[in-house]
């Protein structure tokens, strides 16, 4: 797997998943909550 520019994880913080199965994590020294969606992740910045 490729990773996208800039979406390694520094220092997360907490996981977890929602009903449709998307992963959720917390990145805090990057400052950003990133969801990982479908069944091959992609990565999104909210």
């Not at 009903?19 to 990057?30: M, P, T």
């Not at 069944?39 to 910045?45: D, G, K, M, S």
Request: hydrophobic share 40%.
């Amino acid at each position: 797997m490729v990773q996208p520019p800039g979406a390694f994880l520094h220092y997360p913080e907490g996981v977890t998943t929602d009903a449709a199965g998307n992963v959720v994590i917390v990145d805090s020294d990057n400052q950003r909550i990133r969801a990982l969606r479908g069944r091959f992740p992609r990565t999104t910045l909210i």
